[in-house]
């Protein structure tokens, strides 16, 4: 080791002391961060053990209420009947019974279904969109979605969901089961649970769901009120619970997309997007606050969003067999227990809203609560959600407005792509035209140098050659790099575009999801069960580019390996990209077919005779040429190892 490495090894072990000595913690910040984590440990304990405490509670008023319903069955008396409701739900008992009655709100773009026992949403209908198979879009349906509170009144376990409320039309001077609004326009409807007071509600102590529906908008305000409730409600702290379950339906072809996941998601309150596994069971408990729930789909969401905060959550996602088997268009089950901030010492509203709509990154950009982030843009990597979200869809809804096609559309944004890389591409070829100009030269380096032990000599020789000639192997990689990212980013972008969804071109019925040419009768194994001819199109196009690229790089064939590796790649892809949007298979055979068209113009353009005019003048020329980096490292490194390099 000589000097120069010591000096650069003590600089580096210098560099990185003073990195971690400026990135250390102040005083100040360790002891912020240790009350953090004390007081996240001491909510999290104190939740598990007034959870415990509640469970307890709760199996003995189920019990209770067991004894007491059994009573109930066996007395026929009305008045001994009302007497045994009064002990098993107290304060609540006039509500356990009623008429299930459903309510309709009605926008442009939605249908609202709220019932009455519960006051809950029963289900939600898109009006502008279809399921796969041409049947009325409905997220969720069903007396199995519950939106309610759990909790103690009088030492008895009350379940809002298991009681009947009340319908108070806040905007309207007469009832009626069905409210429509359009435009700009609001309506209010609510829903109260009365507690009892001398054999009629107390209109003084209700708990109160408000829905605010505007004519144009997937969102819908809904504040819960709690009135008088301070003597009634037996809550676990500064919260009370809100439980929200949904069994999500199948909307699309494929119930499950790698790109897209079924799940739950959730925003940190002022901090990040989280998420649930992706298309697989699982649950988590956060005990800080959080900003919105959203029970998340491919092209279509339910969200839950506070107008301030939620004290904390506790999210699962559960594939349930038996409603498997009761419904073939059930998914998952969603269930979230969220705490909302609630004072036991007086009145309280928490203001929320519900957004049921498509995932459009409009729509969420809109909105500005990071909902976009549930649409897979490559968040990850900052590049690539730059790309797509100043240049790729900024392009694409400009050309939405033409009213073309889809499949015009992704042919003229290819092109538009193409032509913004058209620089690069110039330059991939001339240095293409270079190596092919030198390929003979080369050859008779190979010649020269035929044993494995001269390597570093064949290898020098080589780039002294590229080097007076002005050409560069690396030449055609940079421009390659270049574009990775936008064909990354197209990759994270057709996926996920609702644009696409039910958009037909040509043979695909449906540009977001495969288009099948001929279904096999048996399952390939990392294939599927199908044909799709724009996957068969963008696989055969990529081996023909592959082997039009390496006869025109005019190299020789150093790595057989590497060889074939770039045609194998390919037919892997093949069955990757099968079961994918056929928008995306589209879009790169699209790439490929221009890619060849641009071949053929520069190698019109390009005449090889003057390249290789050029090139014998540039190799006679006396003028000092400058290194290359690669060629200055490559002639360190033949130093290190003893090998002597040629002189000029």
Not at 336 to 365: H, R
Not at 508 to 514: E, P, R
Request: hydrophobic share 40%.
């Amino acid at each position: 080791m000589d000097r120069n490495n010591i000096i650069g090894l003590v600089l580096i072990f210098g560099l990185i002391s003073l990195f971690t000595w400026w990135n250390k913690p102040s005083q100040e910040e360790k002891l912020a961060m240790e009350h953090y984590r004390d007081s996240v440990a001491q909510v999290q304990a104190y939740n598990d053990s007034v959870l415990m405490a509640g469970n307890i509670l709760r199996q003995q008023a189920q019990q209770q209420q067991e004894e007491v319903a059994d009573q109930t069955t066996e007395v026929a008396d009305q008045d001994a009947v009302a007497q045994i409701k009064k002990e098993q739900y107290g304060l609540f008992a006039g509500a356990s019974e009623g008429e299930d009655i459903s309510y309709t709100l009605e926008n442009d773009v939605m249908i609202l279904t709220i019932s009455a026992k519960g006051g809950r949403p029963l289900s939600v209908e898109l009006k502008d969109y279809q399921t796969y198979d041409s049947l009325p879009l409905i997220l969720f349906q069903g007396a199995q979605n519950n939106l309610g509170f759990s909790f103690f009144s009088q030492n008895r376990l009350i379940n809002t969901n298991e009681f009947y409320f009340n319908p108070v039309w806040k905007d309207r001077g007469f009832e009626s089961n069905t409210m429509t609004v359009s435009g700009e326009d609001q309506q209010t409807f609510a829903m109260r649970l009365y507690t009892d007071m001398e054999g009629s509600v107390n209109p003084d102590q209700y708990i109160e769901y408000k829905y605010t529906i505007t004519g144009d908008s997937y969102v819908i305000d809904f504040d819960i009120s709690f009135k008088g409730m301070q003597d009634v409600i037996t809550t676990r702290g500064n919260f009370v619970d809100l439980e929200w379950d949904i069994d999500l339906l199948q909307q699309e072809q494929l119930t499950e997309n790698r790109l897209n996941a079924i799940t739950t998601y959730f925003k940190n309150y002022q901090d990040d997007v989280e998420h649930l596994k992706d298309n697989a069971d699982d649950e988590e408990s956060i005990p800080t606050r959080l900003k919105w729930v959203s029970y998340k789909q491919q092209f279509f969401s339910s969200t839950l969003i506070a107008d301030n905060y939620f004290e904390n959550g506790d999210l699962k996602n559960v594939t349930e067999a038996e409603k498997q088997n009761e419904n073939p268009r059930y998914i998952k089950t969603m269930t979230s227990v969220i705490g909302l901030p609630y004072d036991p010492m007086q009145d309280n509203t928490v203001g929320m809203s519900f957004y049921f709509g498509p995932n459009k990154y409009n729509i969420f950009n809109k909105m500005d609560l990071d909902l976009e982030q549930q649409i897979q843009l490559g968040w990850g990597f900052f590049l690539l959600n730059w790309i797509n979200r100043f240049a790729i869809i900024p392009v694409f809804n400009f050309l939405e407005g033409f009213g073309w096609n889809y499949g015009i559309i992704i042919l003229v944004l290819t092109i538009l792509l193409k032509l913004v890389l058209l620089p690069i591409a110039a330059r991939t070829y001339t240095s293409s035209a270079k190596m092919r100009v030198l390929k003979p030269e080369v050859d008779e380096i190979n010649e020269r140098y035929p044993k494995k032990e001269d390597a570093m000599k064949k290898q020098q020789a080589t780039m002294e050659l590229y080097r007076k000639a002005g050409a560069s192997p690396m030449s055609g990689c940079l421009p390659m790099l270049l574009q990775m990212p936008i064909l990354i980013a197209m990759f994270r972008f057709f996926p996920g575009a609702i644009e696409l969804r039910q958009q037909s071109f040509l043979w695909a019925h449906d540009l977001s999801t495969y288009d099948s040419i001929l279904s096999l009768p048996w399952d390939i194994p990392f294939y599927g069960d199908h044909v799709s001819l724009f996957t068969l199109l963008m696989t055969v196009s990529t081996i023909i580019y592959t082997k039009i690229n390496n006869d025109m790089t005019g190299q020789s064939n150093q790595m057989p390996g590497m060889k074939t590796m770039m045609y194998m790649m390919p037919i892997m892809f093949l069955g990757f990209f099968n079961n994918y949007s056929a928008g995306l298979s589209y879009y790169y055979f699209l790439a490929n077919i221009i890619t060849f068209t641009q071949m053929f113009i520069f190698r019109k353009l390009i005449d090889e005779d003057k390249v290789r005019a050029k090139i014998q003048m540039k190799k006679k020329s006396t003028k000092p040429k400058k290194k290359s980096g690669f060629q200055k490292r490559l002639e360190e490194m033949a130093k290190q190892q003893g090998v002597q390099v040629p002189k000029k």
